[in-house]
């Protein structure tokens, strides 16, 4: 377990360090050159080449790319062009921010995917199990923009239940905070639980098939103690895949449901940075993304591998 | 010969699903109304009006009109031109560029194989968005642009699977009759192969236009698709954002049209599963 561990961070190392060289070779040939941003559109080419003289921007790729990389070693990301203020701190503040988000979505995720699931599966082809079927087919089939949109109209506009987006104010309290939480969190969850619970739903219908549920069933045990106790921790195996892909799927929608809600995270910070042309944001904020989504990855596969003992060892390439 | 007939025959459906039928008659719909939109949207797309500005639905304007008085009607009928265009150009492009690697992939195994999968774990290592915002961050945003780069997001899954499927396929006798005949690898590669690698593909290709559409949508609405004054429907839902409360009419069309594309296209393809797969065959008959 622990060489197959090691042998994963080191894969995750060698893919960061070509995914650091990929980033700063495309941007690099952003047409928006960096002197042009500082200097402003109509600057002379005098004041353009001392820019670039003082940025180090005509040094070969090498150089000014080792400059770079051996930045983010000891925590230094550059500094922002637009902001004028350095990227590290501005993506940890967006981190945390996008952080508190990502958890409460894969929270409700979770609980309301499986619970979904089990009640379908337990109610196979009755009216109930259809009616999830409809809502979760609505939640993937539409783009979690327009359902964010949808949910501003109702809860903030019409009801004015919830405000129409930001981020709480600390100094306002924990209910004004977690208040501009629950709409992003209910956009993203809406539109990831269908993996969940459809796959929650026919893994738990096999598993209610199978010989040693028959026989727990025919032993007189309770439905509810077979479902959640028996059939349940045996049906979420192929459940901690999918959620493993729903990560990804949820640092997607989350850049998405950040633009919509204008919520200061950084899925705003990387759009916002891509619009001002912003290099050193840019390389930064992506670096840092695909990072967590790694990580997030080698998590999920070894919980699968923790669930799963037949797996846990030989399959290097993950 | 004979034996890749025999396998495609054992693949044909014992009965069309109900899900195949339904999801190709709204995609023929859709895909026949985008091509007859120049013809049947009642205004141009980008026509102007100032005098009938935010104009909720009526006879005139059957879905209202927009902050410019844009017919919102003819918008989204234009915007399933492309939509489907992106959704299945992208595709193509993941389609054209996949197969082949992952061909040449499963079947010539060692070091080419090594590189190449490692290149597809590199490039699934971006979380699918970001990879899209990457190559769109270094150009001028485009509708074309974001097609390539939707295309380039789905190539590693495309080719995970062709050569899933091929490492099946190289261990066939009549792989090995081509193998032993001394045929070229081309000719085994396009010939003997691919046509048996066919079904698995296109399934996953019927998948994939959806969350295409949907990839370009969202990058469309973050402004890194098409350009405004074009109709796309992931552009039209951002542009109505500052109306919503005034004028919901304006994101709700294209909402709509979205979500009956998604699920036809979702329903066409889950029925090409279930009629290409026997297994699923089976265990709806049990």
């Known amino acids: ?318 | 010969m004979a034996e890749q007939t025999a396998i495609r025959a054992a693949k044909l459906p014992s009965r069309i699903p109900t899900k195949l039928w339904v999801g190709a008659a709204i995609v023929g719909a859709l895909v026949i109304l985008a091509a007859v939109a120049p013809v049947i949207a009642p205004y141009p797309y980008d026509g102007m009006s100032i005098l009938v500005r935010l104009k909720p639905p009526s006879l005139v304007h059957w879905f209202g009109t927009d902050d410019y008085g844009r017919d919102v009607l003819s918008r989204t009928l234009y915007g399933a031109h492309l939509s489907l265009l992106m959704g299945f150009l992208a595709t193509a492009i993941s389609v054209a560029t996949g197969v082949p690697l992952g061909l040449v992939a499963g079947y010539g195994r060692g070091r080419i194989d090594e590189w190449l999968m490692r290149a597809m774990d590199v490039l699934m290592s971006f979380p699918p968005i970001m990879l899209g915002l990457l190559v769109l961050a270094v150009t001028q945003p485009a509708l074309w642009k974001t097609i390539i780069a939707v295309g380039i997001v789905y190539v590693p899954g495309v080719v995970r699977l062709t050569r899933s499927v091929t490492l099946n396929l190289v261990h066939e006798e009549f792989i090995q009759a081509a193998h032993a005949r001394g045929e070229r690898m081309s000719y085994i590669l396009s010939a003997e192969i691919l046509p048996n690698a066919w079904p698995p593909i296109m399934v996953e290709a019927s998948l994939r236009v959806t969350f295409a559409i949907l990839l370009g949508a969202a990058l469309s609405f973050l402004g890194m698709g098409a350009q405004p004054p074009s109709s796309d429907w992931g552009l039209m839902i951002a542009e109505a954002r500052p109306f919503i409360d005034r004028a919901p009419w304006i994101a709700l069309a294209p909402g709509a049209a979205m979500c009956i594309t998604v699920i036809g296209i979702n329903l066409l393809g889950d029925g090409l599963r279930e009629a290409l797969d026997p297994r699923l065959q089976r265990s709806r008959a049990g």
């Open chain 1, 1 to 318: 377990m622990i060489s197959y561990v090691i042998r994963r961070l080191f894969a995750i190392m060698v893919t960061l360090v070509v995914m650091s060289v990929l980033i700063f070779a495309v941007t690099q040939v952003l047409p928006g050159n960096v002197a042009y941003v500082i200097a402003g559109q109509f600057a002379t080419p005098d004041v353009v080449a001392a820019i670039e003289q003082k940025l180090g921007l005509n040094d070969p790729f090498y150089v000014q790319y080792w400059r770079w990389a051996s930045g983010i070693l000891v925590g230094n990301l550059g500094h922002s062009i637009v902001m004028d203020r350095p990227v590290a701190p501005l993506i940890a503040d967006a981190l945390t921010a996008s952080a508190a988000l990502a958890v409460a979505s894969f929270v409700c995720v979770t609980i309301f995917g499986i619970a979904l699931g089990v009640i379908a599966a337990v109610r196979q082809n009755r009216p109930v199990d259809q009616a999830i079927s409809i809502f979760t087919y609505l939640g993937v089939s539409v783009p979690e923009f327009f359902w964010g949109i949808v949910l501003i109209i109702v809860f903030a506009r019409y009801l004015g239940w919830l405000p129409t987006g930001g981020a709480g104010d600390s100094s306002a309290g924990l209910a004004a905070w977690a208040s501009h939480l629950v709409l992003p969190t209910a956009t993203l969850t809406f539109t990831l639980i269908a993996h969940v619970s459809r796959l929650t739903r026919s893994s738990m219908i096999e598993t209610l098939r199978s010989q040693y549920v028959r026989n727990a069933r025919a032993k007189g045990l309770p439905e509810r103690v077979l479902v959640v106790r028996h059939a349940l921790p045996n049906a979420l195996l192929p459940t901690i895949t999918v959620l493993a892909i729903d990560v990804g799927w949820l640092i997607g929608g989350i850049v998405v449901v950040e633009a919509v809600f204008a919520y200061p995270g950084l899925g705003r910070l990387l759009v916002f940075s891509i619009e001002r042309h912003d290099l050193p944001l840019i390389q930064g904020t992506i670096l840092i993304v695909a990072a967590i989504y790694c990580f997030a990855n080698l998590t999920a596969d070894l919980l699968y591998a923790y669930f799963n003992p037949k797996i846990r060892y030989g399959s290097a390439n993950g």
